[in-house]
């Protein structure tokens, strides 16, 4: 065993946990592993100020474990945020399942994450993500009560995929109010890249709103189910930024905006579902601002699916859950103000409105 040990001399070649980039004062990191069920994740909890950390489980063949773990932390630090900037009572947390989803996923590995999630006391509250379903938070459920998103049928609020979408589509609208001077996206080019649960709703309400859809996905019979359904155009993966458009709305896996395409990009709006759209907040964020492209951060109108399960918790009904999500195209016109008031991009506008909501609370609870 100790011949496996890594030397002092070529640990110092590693990159660290505590040395990634995102990691951004995370409370506690969790390694879950059982051979017997094949289990690997991890469970990011980045900060329990508001409230425990609640956030969705992702089931994703992940290259590398270093990989996971720089998802983990990013998306976990996005809970925090998002969290904090819809006024919830929450902190933000994020688990991640090694393996692909479709062939190595059983009920026997979910219960057994499930113990795990159990073991943190409700520090951890879990929820369906990328690669999980409405069936596999019943299944998390018969092992532990930390865990949201379950069905209707067992009391749950059921899958929150439509209400994000529903926040997304308020958020988008409220861009388009800032960027055109009208909200209305009735001949509007809209390009949906991903169009899986959210995806594929936010299309419809598109379609229903009168805008000229075009989508992009990996999954072909999903796109030709899509282009007879909506008569959306198709657009292969490699030519999305050759197109013009109105709104850019990425619905799949994060850091599409990012060095190879952020001056590529041909749009006057950016807003969609997926998490961490920006590959570098910093960098990618002030280029957008100057090229004069409208950015919706994405922590804050993908906020639907956190307020439906987060119902499950407070007990609100689907009335309370639809007017808090209608409130996002208030709180992003709000972001956009102060992006403009001080002069900053409005991923820093929204960071730092979430931020002074956490460190307030910091301070209510010292006195």
């Known amino acids: 065993m100790i011949s496996e040990l890594i030397a002092p001399a070529e640990l110092k070649k590693v990159d660290p946990v505590f040395g990634q980039l995102s990691f951004n004062d995370h409370e506690q990191i969790v390694f879950c592993q059982d051979k017997d069920t094949g289990l690997k994740a991890i469970i990011g909890i980045h900060n329990t100020v508001l409230g425990p950390a609640l956030g969705g489980t992702r089931m994703w063949n992940y290259e590398n474990e270093w990989e996971a773990l720089n998802d983990v932390l990013r998306l976990s630090r996005g809970m925090t945020y998002k969290s904090a900037i819809t006024g919830l009572d929450l902190g933000g947390g994020k688990a991640v399942i090694i393996g692909d989803a479709k062939t190595q996923k059983t009920p026997e590995l979910m219960k057994r994450f499930g113990e795990f999630v159990h073991s943190l006391s409700g520090k951890y509250i879990t929820a369906e993500d990328v690669g999980m379903e409405t069936a596999d938070m019943d299944t998390v459920r018969e092992v532990t009560p930390y ?3 379950i069905s209707e049928e ?13 926040g997304v589509f308020m958020g988008m609208k409220a861009a388009a109010h800032y960027q055109f ?3 209305s996206l009735e001949g509007r ?3 949906v890249q991903g169009v899986g649960h959210v995806g594929e709703t936010l299309v419809d309400y598109l379609f229903n709103e009168g805008a000229q859809i075009f989508i992009s996905d990996i999954n072909e019979a999903r796109l030709a189910e899509l282009n ?3 008569k959306a155009i198709i657009v292969p993966g490699n030519e999305i930024f050759n197109h013009q458009l109105d709104i850019y709305a990425p619905c799949a896996l994060g850091a599409t905006i990012n060095d190879a395409t952020v001056n590529a990009i041909n749009t006057k709006v950016i807003a969609g579902a997926a998490n961490n759209q920006l590959a570098d907040e910093k960098i990618h964020g002030a280029i957008l601002k100057e090229r004069g492209i409208a950015y919706a951060p ?16 407070e007990g609100y009904d689907k009335k309370e859950i639809l007017r808090k999500t209608e409130n ?7 972001i956009f103000a102060h992006a403009d008031t001080h002069d900053c991009t409005t991923h820093e506008a929204a960071l730092s409105i979430a931020q002074n909501r956490i460190d307030n609370r910091k301070i209510a609870l010292k006195k």
């Open 189 to 191: 080019k809209v390009l």
């Open 154 to 166: 067992k009391g749950g609020a059921g899958n929150p995929s439509p209400i994000t979408a529903y």
């Open 328 to 334: 996002i195209y208030k709180t992003t016109l709000d």
């Open 298 to 313: 994405d922590f804050l109108i993908n906020a639907g699916g956190i307020i439906n399960v987060y119902a499950e918790l």
């Open 228 to 230: 007879r359904k909506y």
């Open 147 to 149: 865990v949201t998103g």
């Open 181 to 183: 001077g009208d909200d």
